[in-house]
């Protein structure tokens, strides 16, 4: 058996090691790991299933266990694990046992931290990737004086100990107390009394921008983490949070304006990269444009014979592109904020169809007499009837798009300004064209 | 004397009374406001000079000092003051003693702040409207003891003393200290051994955005406010700062949408409303519009000999517009997060003249071979190079309009992607048509 491990840890097989684990006893697992390397024992404990992982390290005796621990956190663990292929390594890590996992982040620099949280099985944007270790909680039967005893001494940062985690034996979750309740407290109160049992609380699992929010919606100062089964693993701090709010906003003020969004700060950036995230979009753009070019060609006739119609392409496209981008970055923000939802799509149907028909009025109204005066009147007409039918157009357009974005899993961000822009061009030269063949009818 | 200030404020000629208060002894304002009701009283503190009104309040005994500041929050006063127009209440209302203005906020209702802020005398938009007046201060002298002392048994928020001001004896902030510090530092140990003196600060009358943002950026939990003598007045906490930057957010993504922001969600707003706020924008960009049916005009004469070239109108607005906004985007980003200055204007243009550049050769090479099998290759090769140079311009006018908004004090979000490819789409025409008379000079 240990000579099949063996073999199996010289092959890097982990696949077949982690089958071989699931039929030996705790014991034997206990005993294979102390007669090996730190990182072989790594290696063999991160294979474990969750309930036997906790078996095995309660096993160990002390020594052991911070052996280990150590060797969960060694180089050499994290380059065998991280060489195999992404896949495989979040098939292969199960969820780590939450005393053993926070006690792997403690005291880890911020980059090191970064991997470690790979190593635990968190998913990437997840919130156990941010979440700051803090080697601190609360026991729920603590008086205030003991509560801030345990604090005494220490090296704390302000914003990981504002708020504590006040948990039970077994490290479950059981409320948050503020620093302040304890600080402004009567001498003796129970921390059972001084702290809040209707905690927000998010796993570790769960993806970042959700908790970030929640700290933002919640006014939070931290934000704690717990596993499957609700059992405390650090805090998600306010500075981090508005952090991570920030690059989400960045990331749709770039897909807003129609490229990917760029990892590094735009001076820094090489011309390259930024020709790379644009170029993409542009593509993309530029081949939805072939429409455009159909429908013009299609209506070359009438074009050859009212060459006129042609001066007010660009405007028309304009003012479609600009209606629609207008309703789009109102619902994408909407939907950012968490002001709408894909399931209130009727209602902002109806918003938009009378926005836009208003708008229409007001700009077709503004700009027949001009027209008319200029060319004459049944082109005024032409051009007042577009306007109207292309803001309606658009602004359903333009507020739609993002719903079904969001709907479908796709960043509603995308289909901001450029996109619906893009999109209006084609379908509202069609109602240009259709509208004017209607009322030229004579002069073609 | 006495029948000349009853007149005035009847007549509630402030600004004479205020010239009148100036030529009084402190002992005899501080008579006059003893005779009269507390809404009286407050106004006529209030038009005091703030050295001079300093020493009426410290004239005052303790029982006048109180009844002095009921009415500085009393309705009455209110109402009489805000009923003047908004320049006169700016100019008449001076900066409040720090030690009143603190006072005067501690304990009202967040809606009441708003008022009170306001008839303080600090502008809208400002530091001093959104702090929170913190009733707590630490002495510079006191002992971690008595700095914690100071705060038991009574009622404080979390976030309002998990950072504290420490003050000198003239209420000068001279530092803060971290609840965390005093929690877990040794018995006895001084405040100022304690404390950060090289702490940030704001003025009440600093723009909010920018005290929100240097929260941000130096990862406060809460930033002090101080009047123009340095004597500490409240905290600007890291919820309203998230806040502010929220709704700052929401401003730019509605900006650059092309429509004004709404003061209130998506869903509850009028619909004449949000026709409201993108109309004014909408209105500005049809008659900017114009421009491109001047240009299509001009070149009629080429448009009747070469119909086809209508057909590419479009796409050739369209991608003008996407390379610019795409430009304007990462500019305006880059902007709102400082990591661009509008003294860069040199790099952005040169880093966008050749991102612009890459992608009009990119995309000029991809649709020539169609278009010159389609079509022909001379048409191939006036929409390649137009693309070239169209693409070059938009990104440098994308680039380069938010630094100049921003340096001549307008928001650079208005800058980007409608009001960007609007204007690009009148000179990309210009681009398009010289290029096609040039290249296409035989069939002309």
């Given at each position: 058996?240990?000579?099949?491990?063996?073999?199996?840890?010289?092959?890097?097989?982990?696949?077949?090691?982690?089958?071989?684990?699931?039929?030996?006893?705790?014991?034997?697992?206990?005993?294979?790991?102390?007669?090996?390397?730190?990182?072989?024992?790594?290696?063999?404990?991160?294979?474990?299933?969750?309930?036997?992982?906790?078996?095995?390290?309660?096993?160990?005796?002390?020594?052991?266990?911070?052996?280990?621990?150590?060797?969960?956190?060694?180089?050499?663990?994290?380059?065998?694990?991280?060489?195999?292929?992404?896949?495989?390594?979040?098939?292969?890590?199960?969820?780590?046992?939450?005393?053993?996992?926070?006690?792997?982040?403690?005291?880890?620099?911020?980059?090191?931290?970064?991997?470690?949280?790979?190593?635990?099985?968190?998913?990437?944007?997840?919130?156990?990737?941010?979440?700051?270790?803090?080697?601190?909680?609360?026991?729920?039967?603590?008086?205030?004086?003991?509560?801030?005893?345990?604090?005494?001494?220490?090296?704390?940062?302000?914003?990981?100990?504002?708020?504590?985690?006040?948990?039970?034996?077994?490290?479950?979750?059981?409320?948050?107390?503020?620093?302040?309740?304890?600080?402004?407290?009567?001498?003796?109160?129970?921390?059972?009394?001084?702290?809040?049992?209707?905690?927000?609380?998010?796993?570790?699992?769960?993806?970042?921008?959700?908790?970030?929010?929640?700290?933002?919606?919640?006014?939070?100062?931290?934000?704690?983490?717990?596993?499957?089964?609700?059992?405390?693993?650090?805090?998600?701090?306010?500075?981090?949070?508005?952090?991570?709010?920030?690059?989400?906003?960045?990331?749709?003020?770039?897909?807003?304006?129609?490229?990917?969004?760029?990892?590094?700060?735009?001076?820094?950036?090489?011309?390259?990269?930024?020709?790379?995230?644009?170029?993409?979009?542009?593509?993309?753009?530029?081949?939805?444009?072939?429409?455009t070019?159909?429908v013009?060609?299609?209506f070359?006739?009438?074009?050859?014979?009212?060459?006129?119609?042609?001066?007010f392409v660009?405007?028309v496209t304009?003012t479609g592109?600009?209606a629609?981008?207008?309703?789009?970055?109102?619902?994408?923000?909407?939907?950012?904020?968490?002001?709408?939802?894909?399931?209130?799509?009727?209602?902002?149907?109806?918003?938009?169809?009378?926005?836009g028909?208003?708008?229409g009025?007001?700009?077709g109204?503004?700009?027949?007499?001009?027209?008319?005066?200029?060319?004459?009147?049944?082109?005024?007409?032409v051009m007042a009837l577009t306007i109207v039918g292309i803001c309606t157009w658009a602004?359903i357009v333009?507020?739609?798009?993002?719903?079904?974005?969001?709907?479908?899993?796709?960043?509603?961000?995308?289909?901001?300004?450029?996109?619906?822009?893009?999109?209006v061009d084609a379908t509202g030269l069609v109602i240009y064209f259709s509208i004017a063949q209607v009322i030229?009818?004579?002069?073609?």
């Amino acid at each position: 058996m240990g000579h099949g491990i063996d073999e199996l840890l010289e092959r890097r097989d982990v696949a077949t090691l982690q089958v071989e684990l699931k039929d030996m006893t705790t014991v034997a697992v206990a005993d294979e790991m102390s007669r090996r390397n730190t990182a072989e024992q790594a290696v063999i404990f991160r294979l474990l299933d969750k309930d036997r992982a906790v078996q095995v390290f309660e096993y160990l005796d002390v020594t052991h266990q911070a052996e280990l621990l150590t060797g969960l956190r060694e180089a050499r663990f994290a380059d065998l694990l991280l060489t195999l292929p992404d896949d495989d390594r979040a098939q292969l890590l199960g969820e780590m046992p939450a005393a053993v996992a926070a006690r792997m982040m403690t005291d880890l620099p911020t980059d090191r931290r970064t991997v470690t949280a790979e190593l635990l099985g968190y998913p990437a944007e997840s919130a156990g990737r941010i979440m700051t270790p803090v080697p601190t909680v609360i026991d729920v039967g603590n008086s205030r004086e003991q509560a801030l005893k345990k604090l005494r001494g220490r090296q704390l940062r302000n914003r990981d100990i504002a708020v504590l985690a006040v948990t039970d034996s077994t490290r479950q979750l059981v409320g948050v107390v503020n620093l302040a309740s304890l600080v402004t407290a009567a001498d003796g109160t129970p921390v059972s009394e001084l702290m809040n049992v209707e905690t927000h609380a998010v796993r570790a699992t769960e993806d970042q921008e959700v908790a970030a929010r929640l700290v933002q919606e919640a006014d939070l100062l931290a934000l704690p983490v717990v596993d499957h089964e609700g059992r405390f693993l650090g805090m998600i701090t306010v500075d981090d949070a508005m952090e991570i709010l920030e690059q989400e906003v960045t990331e749709d003020v770039y897909r807003a304006g129609g490229s990917e969004p760029l990892k590094q700060p735009y001076l820094t950036a090489t011309v390259f990269d930024l020709a790379r995230k644009r170029g993409v979009w542009l593509l993309v753009l530029i081949v939805t444009a072939v429409l455009t070019v159909n429908v013009m060609s299609f209506f070359e006739d009438t074009l050859a014979s009212v060459v006129v119609l042609a001066t007010f392409v660009p405007m028309v496209t304009g003012t479609g592109g600009n209606a629609g981008s207008q309703a789009a970055s109102s619902v994408v923000r909407a939907l950012a904020v968490d002001e709408v939802r894909p399931r209130d799509i009727w209602k902002v149907i109806w918003r938009e169809i009378r926005v836009g028909f208003l708008l229409g009025i007001f700009l077709g109204a503004l700009i027949f007499p001009f027209i008319a005066l200029i060319y004459e009147w049944r082109i005024g007409a032409v051009m007042a009837l577009t306007i109207v039918g292309i803001c309606t157009w658009a602004c359903i357009v333009g507020g739609v798009l993002p719903l079904i974005a969001r709907k479908i899993g796709v960043d509603p961000a995308v289909f901001s300004t450029p996109v619906v822009s893009t999109l209006v061009d084609a379908t509202g030269l069609v109602i240009y064209f259709s509208i004017a063949q209607v009322i030229l009818a004579s002069m073609l």
